[in-house]
């Protein structure tokens, strides 16, 4: 503290007289008198020099999880690059406007279907490409794990791009069976039937085989090994089986769970080997063909793969070297998305590439089958988060801001209780020198006028004033640690307490539940208005009556930050944020809190002329979301025409009110669950 300064809130508020009271205040009056206060603007950020497209780039990092799909263009908007690194692009900013001309409001998910084609493309080109460096003689058969997003047009498009690749899918359950069944058409393509199966599912995937298609059962419990023999025994079908192992590699993270000795799924290797037993006693030993392992979701750290790839490839030769008719090799999913940016194992990143993943799997069964004589398998991955984050973006706007208003109120005035003066000096004597204790003395000061408030001394103007004035002390405390390199633990709040709350047309619980359930970090920036510098530092609070409604991490190059830097509103004109890379989990797991429904979709396509809406898929309406609570909406409407009769008897409402209450009633519930902008 600097010497000048006498006043603290410890030596204040243990005072008992008025006598000592005055004695500090003069001695303060003569030296903080002099000072002038800095101009107190809102939560803003000091512009110092023109701001650039560059200096967006770099503040949202797009280049760093947006490549080759998302990017900058000179008018200041994102744009996107469907196709990847193969030309074309077109504004989001100008797209969301056509859309809005077509009366697709916001919230809208816009799925870009050329992306996903791009994914999936990518992912067997890295195989491809690994499988020739390595000359490995066996073949990369992808599938898609249908878990991941369940959307027919989704997965219609998938079935349709991954055609040339043969690609796949991967069923978890009973109902993701029967969209693969129906969805599947490519010959030779693999579908994967995980999950708890019980005897329908088991008949159902065997059966498929007459179909053409090429099921796969893996068996992941030991109960469903007599039910596959018994199943097949019954039908006369030899079905191509396997078993999922759990691997003693653990994975990291969030995910960490889906391996090791505890995992839910999978078999021990005794269980494995007492299933080969059983295979063999049966007589269908030929028919144990695949090892499937997953390790988890989102790796982000490349030796965990190396690791997992490593111990399943000495399985997959031991089982060869049992007796079993090894074949295919299933690796499962993780291959990780890097959300924000910075190539690192942070679990909102991965500190390896995609080719690089490829090369690691085929490289070791490579060696590991050559070491004991047998031919390499057939590669399976299950991708599912690296083939669909990409291809979607939330758009949504904002409805309006809330600042904190760090204005100080102007001097103190007479009848002012003297912790109004007080806090008012402490703001005044705010500097580089004494900011850690003058922040402590406010907060101090402000505690002491809620408990005087509380106690009926002081007047409900006096402690607003106490508020703002604390709020001011915050703001030159703020301006002061910005400027530093080194914060204080205690000040690190500070930013986000003085953040201004951008309230988003968007429920978090609907369209983004893993950032509330998982934290799971999206990124998120303004889809234009990025050649003009971002003036607010600000926190996302959605539509839902929930506190945990809000989104406060945002990602960051080191670690995440609890702030995210957006402009200032302009008066009638939009501003849409947009969130990306999540394509994969959101839309199922999303749910109806407050009865927010699903958010309007559209299906995007690039054409030599520019794009075309493929699909628009309308968002739920108020009616549709009750109708799934069990409300019957005549009913409702009925319920309150009654109503408003006998209010009308009653003479407790006009005839226009109640037919305007009625209409307005009624009309309301075929519409979007949203606020209409
Ligand atoms: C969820 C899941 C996947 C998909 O994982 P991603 O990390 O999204 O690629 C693949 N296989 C199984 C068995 C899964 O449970």
Known sequence: MGVELTVTANDVLNLSSSEQRIEVKQANQQKGNNQQSSPNTPNTVTASRIWKIEDSEALYRIEGWGQPYFSINAAGHVTVSPKGDHGGSLDLFELVQALKQRNVGLPLLIRFSDILEDRIERLNACFAKAIARYNYSGVYRGVFPVKCNQQRHLIEDL???????????????????????????????????????????????MLAQKLGQTPIIVLEQIEEVDLVI????????????????????????????????????????????????????????????????????????INVIKDAIQEASRIYVELGLLGANM???????????????????????????????????????????????????????????????HQSVLIFDILSVSEVNSIPPELPEEGDSQLISYLWETCQLINQENY????????????????????????????????????????????????????????????KIMASIYYINLSVFQSAPDCWAINQLFPIMPIHRLDEEPNRRAILADLTCDSDGKIDSFIDLRDVKSILELHSLQAGQPYYLGMFLNGAYQEIMGNLHNLFGDTNAVHIQLTPKGYKIKHIVKGDTMDEVLVYVQYDTEDMIERIRQRCERALEEKQISLTESQKLLQTYEKSLSKYTYLCS
């Open 327 to 389: 074949k295919y090799l299933d690796v499962g999913g993780g291959l990780a998305v890097d959300y924000d940016g910075s190539q690192t194992n942070f679990y909102a990143s991965k500190n390896y590439n995609m080719q690089n993943y490829a090369n690691d799997i085929v490289a070791e069964l490579q060696d590991a089958c050559a070491e004991n004589n047998l031919s390499v398998p057939t590669l399976i991955s299950e991708s599912g988060r690296a083939i669909a984050s």
């Open 436 to 495: 850690q204790e003058l922040y402590h003395d406010a907060a101090q000061f402000k505690e002491e006028a809620i408990s005087r408030f509380n106690l009926g001394i002081l007047s409900i103007r006096e402690r607003a004033k106490a508020e703002q004035l604390y709020w001011a002390c915050c703001q030159k405390v703020l301006d002061i640690t910005r400027k530093q390199e080194y914060v204080p633990d205690e000040l690190e709040d500070l930013e």
């Open 230 to 301: 018994k199943v097949s025994q019954q039908l006369g079908i030899k079905p191509i089986v396997g078993v999922r192992a759990k691997l003693s590699t653990q994975g990291m993270g969030r995910w960490g769970a889906s391996s090791g000795d505890r995992a839910k799924f999978g078999l021990t290797i005794p269980e494995i080997i007492n299933v080969i037993d059983q295979f063999r006693d049966a007589n269908l030993l030929d028919s144990f063909q695949l090892l499937h392992f997953h390790v988890g979701s989102q790796i982000s750290a």
């Open 159 to 205: 079935v349709r791009f991954g055609k040339p690749h043969q690609f796949g899918l991967e069923a978890g359950s009973k109902p993701e069976l029967m969209i693969a069944l129906a969805l599947l058409d490519t010959p030779g393509a693999l579908l994967i039937c995980n999950g708890y199966k019980d005897k329908e599912y088991i008949e159902t995937a």
